[in-house]
Structure formats: structure tokens, C-alpha cells
């Protein structure tokens, strides 16, 4: 059990909220960007030229906000694959609204986050209520996003005003605004998990859905509430692209690969698949250090198949370690318990 409940029924508040092993994550990080560095001055390059570092930030921003989001579902002990298409159809339905004209803004940003919230709550609903997996329940959902796409766009749509395309390009200093509008979110979903009622309860489905049961947790409107958060950072992402674009792109989330990619942050940021331990801070770090190797392949002009190889790898190896780490720590509770069995 990941999560301690006070053990009275009804109860409503968690005890303790458990983190997965982000520390471990952001020293790897710091240690791949000293390798990079090594690497690309070796070749006669500089890796921290303000070019380079501006690329790999901006490439970071949508991947980083999506994963973000599934950070949460997972958390609650689920998933989300509609999450690429959802990417598609809310830039689609973002620069169709906006058409051209900034006074349409608003209005487009509502828009899409009202489509957003329907995709997640649909998604917690079809788990929840119909009781199908979540990989099936949310893939099937990404399938009707793609028919309602295929059957309405045969390309890129809409119009995205010059002072929206400002999020995509401008910078505060020298930090792109899409790496603020990404730590923004990251930090009000941080607080959302560790210091809300609604994330106490995020933690505590994903642990056991039986004793969050029993404990007077609400697991169906957890689990909705997650996979609604889930979304609302696809749409987000999905407004992001479109201004990086100009409009908005029917396949930009799947060529992409937002929905395997953010799962691999996710896990690769150390929180655990099955739900109930991880956080925020562990996923940034992830996503930055896949960003860190594509842009270290990208100066080393490697091919794309090596590419995928190494960072199937290191997801392989670093979901390993938490594994062996998570299971060490299981036998010595154990001990100190005095079971001589697993906690």
C-alpha cells in the first residue's frame, strides 16, 4: 500500500503523500548534460551556445505540459492515450476559433479547454462507470478523436493571430515563455497533488482503490477528476503547438508521439505505472533528460534508429532501477516489521 490512511471509515485525509525517486532522475540529468557537453566540445562544438539551449527548451515545452498531465492519471492508476489526438484536435479547434483575429483569443482558449475537460471526463466516465481498462477505454477515445479529425481536416486549419503565435516564439530574458507557461503548471499541479484533499486522493486510488474505498474516498470522481486534469494539459499543449505553427495541425500530437512519450517521462521521471508514488518534480526531470539526448543525437547526427534504441534503453534501465530500489525497500520494511514477508 503506497499511500497511509487513517484507518477510521470515512475518513478523508491522508496521513502521508509518498514521492517516487525524482533525486535520482535529476542527478542523471546533470550527468547526461556534463556528458553532452564533453561529447559535442570533443567534436570542436559548444553545447551551451544560446541557440542550442533556446531549441531544446522549446522542443521540451509541449512534451513537458502533456506529461505533466499524466503524471496524474498515472498517479490515480491510470493512463491516458487519447492524449495525442486530443493535441490535434484542440489546435485544430484553437485556430479555427481564433481566425486570425486577436480579439477571439478568449474565446479560443475556452473553447478548448471546455473541449478538453469533456475528452477527460468522458474518459474517467467510460473507466469508471463502464469498467473498462483504462488502456482500452482511453485508446478508444483517441480513435474517435482521429475519426472526427480524418472526417473534417484533410490538413492544417485556422488562423493563429500574430500576438498568440507571441507565446510560442518570445522570450522573458532569455527564457522562452513556454518554459514558464510549462514550470507554472508543473508547480500549480505539484501543489494540487501534495497539499489538496483532491491529490491525497489521487495518491491514495492509485495505492489501492479498496482501501481508498474503504477509507471514504471517492474513487470514481478521483479517477475522473485525473484523467479531466490529464486533458486539460493536452489542450494546453495543443494551444501551445498551434501558436508555435501558425494554425492548427491535425496530426501534430501523434507525429509527435505525445501519448508513448509522456508516458515515458512519466516512468522515467520515477513514478511508478501501477500508481501511487511519483510526483511533478520527478517527470520535469524526465522530459528534460529526454530532451537532453535528442538534442545530443541531433549534434551528433546519429540515426534515428540508433536513436530510439538508446532511449528505449535508458527507459528500460532506469524503470530496472526503480524496480530493484522499490523492492528493497518493501523487504526492509518487512524486517522491521518482524514479518519476515513483503510489506
Known amino acids: 500500500m503506497s499511500a497511509v490512511m487513517e484507518a477510521t471509515p470515512r475518513s478523508r485525509r491522508v496521513l502521508r503523500v509518498p514521492t517516487g525517486p525524482a533525486t535520482g532522475t535529476w542527478v542523471a540529468l546533470v550527468l547526461v548534460v556534463l556528458l553532452a557537453a564533453v561529447v559535442v566540445t570533443a567534436r570542436g562544438g559548444d553545447y551551451f551556445t544560446q541557440a542550442n539551449m533556446l531549441n531544446m527548451l522549446s522542443r521540451t515545452s509541449a512534451l513537458g505540459i502533456v506529461a505533466i498531465g499524466q503524471t496524474v492519471a498515472i498517479l490515480a492508476g491510470s493512463l491516458d492515450l487519447s492524449v495525442a489526438y486530443l493535441i490535434g484536435l484542440t489546435s485544430l479547434i484553437a485556430a479555427e476559433v481564433m481566425g486570425g483575429d486577436p480579439a477571439m483569443i478568449v474565446p479560443a482558449v475556452l473553447a478548448v479547454l471546455a473541449v478538453s475537460a469533456l475528452v477527460g471526463l468522458v474518459n474517467g466516465l467510460v473507466i469508471t462507470r463502464l469498467h473498462v481498462n483504462a488502456f482500452i477505454a482511453t485508446l478508444g477515445v483517441g480513435l474517435v478523436l482521429k475519426g472526427i479529425i480524418e472526417s473534417r481536416y484533410e490538413g492544417p486549419a485556422g488562423a493563429v493571430p500574430v500576438l498568440f503565435q507571441r507565446l510560442g516564439y518570445d522570450r522573458i530574458g532569455p527564457i522562452p515563455i513556454s518554459v514558464l507557461l510549462m514550470l507554472g503548471i508543473a508547480v500549480a499541479m505539484a501543489l494540487i497533488l501534495h497539499r489538496t484533499r483532491t491529490g491525497h486522493h489521487v495518491y491514495a486510488v492509485g495505492g489501492s482503490v479498496d482501501v481508498a474505498r474503504l477509507s471514504g474516498v471517492s474513487t470514481t470522481r ?122
Do not use: M, W
Request: proline letters at 1%; charged letters at 15%.
Open 222 to 343: 478521483t479517477t475522473v477528476v485525473a484523467h479531466v486534469l490529464c486533458s486539460l494539459c493536452a489542450g494546453l499543449a495543443g494551444l501551445y503547438l498551434a501558436s508555435r505553427l501558425g494554425a492548427g495541425a491535425p496530426y501534430v500530437g501523434t507525429d509527435g508521439g505525445y501519448d508513448l512519450e509522456s508516458i515515458a517521462a512519466v516512468v522515467l521521471g520515477g513514478t511508478v505505472l501501477a500508481g501511487g508514488r511519483g510526483g511533478v518534480g520527478g517527470t520535469v526531470a524526465g522530459v528534460l533528460l529526454l530532451a537532453v539526448l535528442d538534442n545530443l543525437f541531433d549534434q551528433l547526427v546519429l540515426d534515428a534508429f540508433f536513436k530510439d534504441v538508446v532511449r528505449g534503453a535508458v527507459i528500460i534501465l532506469a524503470v530496472a532501477v526503480y524496480a530493484r530500489r522499490q523492492l528493497r525497500d518493501r523487504a526492509g520494511t518487512a524486517r522491521r516489521l518482524g514479518t519476515g514477508g513483503a510489506a
